[in-house]
C-alpha cells in the first residue's frame, strides 16, 4: 500500500493489475501491428498520444514494415451492410424478378419506337 504523495498531472490509473512494477507513471499504451514485406506481423509499443508511423523497420528482416489497421479492434462491424439488392431479395425470388423484368422490358420495347430496320 503505498501511495504516491504527489500525484503528477498526467497520471491515468487504468486498474491495479500489473501497475506498482516500477514507480513510474503508468502512460497509457497502445500496440500498433506493422506487417513487414515478409508476410510477418509485430506489435510495437506506442504511447497513445504518439502520431502512428506508417512504417517501421521490422527487427527481424531490416525491412520497412507498413502499419496495419488497428483504428478500431471492435470485429463488430465486420458484418456487411445490407443493400438495396439484398433487402429486394427477401422479398422477391429471382424467377419472381425475372418475370417483372421481363414484363417491363416488353412494355418498353412496345413503347419504343421500333428501329428502322433495313
Ligand atoms: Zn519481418
Redesign the pocket.
Same mark, same amino acid.
Given at each position: 500500500m503505498t501511495r504516491d504523495p504527489k500525484p503528477t498531472p498526467k497520471t491515468v490509473q487504468l486498474g491495479r493489475t500489473t501497475a506498482g512494477v516500477e514507480d513510474r507513471e503508468p502512460a497509457p499504451r497502445r500496440r500498433q501491428r506493422y506487417v @513487414? !514485406? &515478409?508476410? &510477418?506481423?509485430?506489435a510495437v509499443p506506442l504511447s497513445a498520444d504518439a502520431a502512428v508511423p506508417d512504417t517501421w523497420e @521490422? !527487427? &527481424? &528482416?531490416?525491412?520497412r514494415?507498413r502499419a496495419a489497421e488497428v483504428d478500431n479492434p471492435t470485429p463488430a462491424r465486420r458484418k456487411r451492410p445490407r443493400t438495396h439488392w439484398d433487402m429486394l431479395l427477401e422479398r422477391r425470388s429471382i424467377p419472381d424478378l425475372e418475370r417483372l423484368l421481363n414484363e417491363r422490358l416488353a412494355l418498353l420495347k412496345a413503347r419504343r419506337q421500333p428501329p428502322p430496320n433495313t
Open positions: @513487414c !514485406p &515478409h508476410e &510477418h506481423e509485430f @521490422c !527487427p &527481424h &528482416h531490416s525491412t514494415a
